[in-house]
Each structure stands twice: as structure tokens, then as C-alpha cells.
């Protein structure tokens, strides 16, 4: 085997390992909420997106370092510009198959409400129960001066509907993917997420995360 092939191999068996991240145990998708306000967080430290001008936007990448093994899963969440309002989601994939193809149960679901509310959810999984010790146990979230909520909004159900995959595309031949962190790079970018860096194909969630470089860095407690 050449040297391309034992890197193909390596990142094949990696990605075989870290798959995982992207499996956060049995749940059911769930439709948007309105906005309602449960439990006590603290306020988003740092960031102007929630607690300056209501002109602002702003996006959330949760993150749950344990899982696959340490490799990681990540979900996400963008503010409806002009509001304290937050869209927050991810695809969690249960089965932990490396495949499935467009419209099966990728464990994918969104929902709505106030920032302290995100966080509140997030932190005890509320719409999709994991099997990690402790469900998102770290966010990271930035400002952003430019954003395009619609655009987020069409990008959510495509993420959702379009199948779970890493590796070998059946349909394609390629080696590709299509799995959590891609859902979150995908919506994030559809917003326009200032300070956004690209998420490669089979990139590693943990890796990907230490990349954004100007966010914020929290733990998520259960509230």
C-alpha cells in the first residue's frame, strides 16, 4: 500500500472510531417551542450577541467533549436577529451506524426559545437524552455583526432529512461526510456566522472546536 493508501486507511479507521460522536443515545426530534424562559444560567459572558444591541446576531456550538471515545459531538444554535430569541439543534445519530441513507432516523431535532433557555436545555438534554456522563458539558459561542436567519432556518431541515454518513459515499464513491459537525458548520454558515472556520470533510468534532479562534469558551452545567 502507497503512502495516499495508508493515509486513506488511517483516516478511514479513525473516523470507524470516531463515529460515535455523533451517537448520543435514544430520543425522539422535536418540533420548535416558543420562547419561555426555565431554569437559572448565567448570561453569556463575553458576548455581545445576548446581552448587547438587540441589532447583534449570534451563534452557539455545543459541545459534548466525551463523547465517541474523546473524539467528540457537537450541536448548534443561532439568535433571530433582533431578538432574544435562539434556534438550537443536532443531529445525534442514535444507531451509530456509519450510514443512513436520506429521511431515516438520524436523531436530528431543533427547537426554540430564550438563551437562558437554550443553555438550560442543552445542558440536560432535553430533547434528546445521551448516554454521556454529563450531556453538553461546554460551549463556545461568538457575536455577529451579519446574519441571515432565513437562509438558517431553510439550511435546519435540509441537515435533518439528508441521511447520516462518514466514509464511503454508496450513491458517489467518495469519501466524505455528513454528520453532526457538518450539520452544525452548515447551519452556522447559512446564518453567515462571523469567525466561522471551515470544517473539512471527516474533520474530527474536538479538533474543529479548538479552531475557533475569538469565541467563547464555557462549561454547561445541568440546570
Not at 470507524?16 to 444560567?41: D, F, I, L, N
Request: contains cysteine.
Amino acid at each position: 500500500m502507497n503512502g495516499f493508501g495508508l493515509w486513506v486507511a488511517a483516516v478511514v479507521a479513525g473516523v470507524v472510531v470516531g463515529v460515535t460522536g455523533c451517537q448520543s443515545g435514544a430520543g425522539t426530534s422535536s418540533e420548535e417551542k416558543p420562547a419561555t424562559a426555565t431554569g437559572a444560567v448565567e448570561g453569556l459572558q463575553g458576548m455581545s450577541a445576548a446581552a448587547g444591541p438587540r441589532r447583534s446576531g449570534g451563534a452557539c456550538v455545543f459541545v459534548k467533549p466525551d463523547g465517541a471515545q474523546k473524539f467528540g459531538h457537537v450541536g448548534w444554535g443561532f439568535r433571530v436577529t433582533g431578538t432574544d430569541r435562539w434556534v438550537y439543534g443536532a443531529v445525534e445519530n442514535p444507531s451509530g451506524k456509519l450510514y443512513t441513507p436520506p429521511g431515516g432516523d438520524i436523531g436530528a431535532w431543533h427547537a426554540g426559545g430564550s438563551y437562558k433557555r437554550m443553555l438550560s436545555e442543552m445542558s440536560r438534554d432535553a430533547h434528546y437524552q445521551g448516554r454521556s456522563e454529563h450531556p453538553y458539558s461546554r460551549y463556545r459561542c461568538t457575536d455577529s455583526s451579519r446574519s441571515d436567519v432565513p437562509a438558517a432556518r431553510e439550511t435546519v431541515p435540509v441537515v435533518e432529512e439528508r441521511g447520516f454518513l462518514v466514509g464511503v459515499d454508496p450513491e458517489t464513491g467518495e469519501l466524505t461526510s455528513r454528520d453532526c459537525l457538518d450539520a452544525t458548520y452548515d447551519v452556522l454558515r447559512a446564518y453567515r456566522t462571523r469567525h466561522l472556520p471551515k470544517a473539512a470533510e471527516l474533520a474530527i468534532p474536538n479538533v474543529w472546536v479548538e479552531s475557533l479562534v475569538g469565541w467563547t469558551d464555557n462549561k454547561l452545567t445541568p440546570h
